[in-house]
């Protein structure tokens, strides 16, 4: 099976990717183009029971997939097992696909970060998972016209004076539809997917009973923590009045001699399930892949993808915690948009102090090594911890910063270098060290995220310079 990896493949193109005289996957490639299809006339499922439900039965499928492989491949060929194996993590992957989509919330924000994160899941799945970005199955329009009404006040044909019914995009949470403003300026509405918040909350329910067992632990207070801050950032996410007030912040931030730039907030036209900006017409990454750039294009996106994420960092005092495909868009003129400002963790007081606290400790290691360490476990010395402990701690943080000790532009296509960060997270799960700051949920989702981006860019960039340039700055305080 080949598969061209310039560019995410649409449902059309993995059923096409099926080799023939097969058995049929869990779900007949013909039901599943028409199950996403009628996706978009169904509301999501909002009870605790009915979703777990659909993630037990999705679970069941994948297992038995698995399994039938398992039970095959002891009686053919190697290169016959490996060719089943490939088809079996293809059959997977469209289940996964399917579930998702019609789940959304809190379960397709799962698949965004698995699609984005190479040699974490198998290729199949990340290649399936891709379309969760931005091209997910958007819900019919006539299920989001009444709370359009409701929030904004008025029918669509009477605040714009185009409005496309079709959505262009859609994700997580929401989609997004073309619309033109009476005085011509076109624009794009995001629209919350209706009860969406009800179905996060039954996803988060389910998450805690499955922790409950927890609780006996030693480490119940730290992991509850960490969970009840899960728990305000998709309520963050939910809130997007909230999350024009941060893409307005971040907006401030940049002028035109940064080549980045944030659509501005029309806030006449918001509310806190609707959000209007001005729309940016540019290219996703796989489209960007697709018409095969010079080394220089993926170059030159690369460091602003890297020089923005320090920006927010250190004069924003944000952390840009949903750094995926979805989310950049490279444009015609050079410049690299950035979107959706909705899961931010505001790096204020404390916080921000611990930020410019993992920049000394890269540059000054020693006791300030120890301080970080001691931090980022949430311990109160790092006396508490065992050696070990401390020096998986210690190899990931030297992991993340070698792009910042670098000299010079750094090579992320190198598969070495991510597989080697793959690796010490795996070691840190295996061995249970989960204690740790709340904040490092968000770190760790920029910080991975980011070199995925620049992994699947092919890009090399000098992020050490950018570090150093924006970390010398004040924040800049807002007026």
């Known amino acids: 099976m080949t598969t061209d990896l310039a ?3 649409d449902v059309a193109d993995l059923i096409a990717a099926l080799p023939e005289g097969v058995d049929q996957p869990p779900m007949q490639t013909d039901e599943l183009a028409s199950y996403l299809a009628r996706l978009a006339l169904r509301p999501i499922p909002t009870g605790r029971l009915s979703r777990f439900w659909i993630l037990s039965s999705l679970q069941a499928k994948v297992a038995a997939a698995y399994l039938a492989w398992w039970l095959r491949k002891g009686f053919v060929s190697k290169e016959k097992a490996a060719a089943a194996l490939n088809e079996t993590h293809l059959k997977a992957a469209l289940e996964l ?11 397709m924000k799962m698949g965004q970060t698995l699609a984005n994160l190479p040699n974490v899941v198998p290729q199949e799945f990340v290649e399936a998972l891709k379309v969760l970005h931005f091209e997910a199955p958007p819900m019919h329009f006539s299920l989001l016209r009444e709370l359009v009404h409701a929030e904004l006040g008025g029918e669509v044909e009477e605040l714009f004076a185009e409005f496309d019914t079709e959505a262009f995009a859609a994700a997580s949470l929401g989609q997004v539809h073309r619309a033109r403003l009476h ?4 624009v794009a509405v995001k629209i919350q997917y209706p009860n969406i918040a009800r179905s996060i909350h039954a996803d988060l329910a389910n998450m805690a009973a499955v922790l409950t067992p927890m609780r006996l632990t030693g480490g119940w207070a730290n992991l509850r923590e960490q969970f009840d801050d899960i728990r305000t950032m998709l309520d963050q996410e939910m809130d997007y009045v909230q999350e024009a007030a941060m893409q307005e912040r971040a907006r401030a931030l940049f002028d ?3 080549r980045i ?6 806030q006449e036209l918001s509310s806190e399930r609707v959000l209007t900006t001005d729309l940016l017409v540019g ?9 095969s750039p010079s080394q220089a294009d993926r170059d030159h996106f690369g460091q602003l993808l890297v020089n923005s994420t320090f920006r927010l960092m250190y004069r924003g005092e944000m952390c840009y915690a949903d750094p995926h495909p979805g989310n950049y868009l490279f444009l015609g003129d050079g410049r690299l948009g950035l979107l959706d400002f909705g899961c931010i963790a505001k790096l204020d007081g404390d916080q921000a102090e611990y930020t410019r606290l993992a920049g000394r400790a890269m540059r000054e290691g020693g006791a300030t090594m120890d301080e970080l360490v001691a931090q980022s476990t949430n311990s109160k010395d790092v006396s508490e911890l065992t050696p070990e402990h401390r020096q998986l701690i210690i190899d990931l943080c030297d992991w993340l910063w070698i792009p910042m000790r670098h000299s ?9 270098y991510f597989q080697r960060g793959v690796d010490l997270t795996t070691e840190v799960m295996r061995k249970r060290y989960t204690q740790s700051r709340p904040v490092n949920t968000w770190f760790n989702r920029l910080f991975y995220g ?3 981006m620049l992994h699947h860019l092919g890009a090399r960039a000098d992020m050490r310079a950018a570090e150093e340039r924006e970390c010398s700055l004040g924040p800049v305080i807002p007026e």
């Open 256 to 258: 035109d001699n940064d």
């Open 261 to 266: 730039v944030v659509p501005a907030v029309h």
């Open 183 to 186: 005085d011509g300026r076109e």
């Open 283 to 291: 290219q996703h990454l796989p489209a960007f892949l697709a018409d």
């Open 450 to 452: 980011v070199r995925a």
């Open 7 to 9: 560019r995410t493949p």
């Open 408 to 416: 010079g532009p750094f090579d992320f296509a190198d598969p070495d």
């Open 97 to 107: 696909l399917g579930s998702m989509s019609y789940l959304r919330g809190a379960v």
